[in-house]
């Protein structure tokens, strides 16, 4: 048996025929030590800032992407979350 489409949230299986919606979501970090806004940052100053970050928690910070499909529930809590405190249709 080959193992269907599956929502990547939940897991719920997504079955062939059936609707769903496919999740593209980046996150980038910004931060004013990663793009200062009043000119070139420092490099001796920028490394000495991030030095007490290990590789993980960098590159976390700077850029994640989360991509796949999602079952209507999970689209519609994700919706939810985004649109929180705002009506949402
Ligand atoms: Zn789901």
């Given at each position: 048996m080959t193992a269907g489409r599956r929502c990547l949230?939940?897991?719920r299986a997504l079955p062939v025929g059936a609707p769903y919606f496919r999740v593209a979501l980046a996150l980038q970090g910004e931060s004013e030590v990663l793009a200062?806004?009043?000119?070139?940052?420092d490099p001796h100053a920028l490394l000495r800032q991030l030095g007490h970050l290990d590789a993980d928690e960098l590159e976390a910070g700077v850029h994640e992407e989360v991509t796949g499909p999602l079952c209507p529930r999970c689209r519609a809590e994700l919706r939810a979350f985004f649109h929180r405190g705002r009506s949402v249709q």
């Open positions: 949230h939940c897991e200062p806004a009043d000119g070139p940052a």
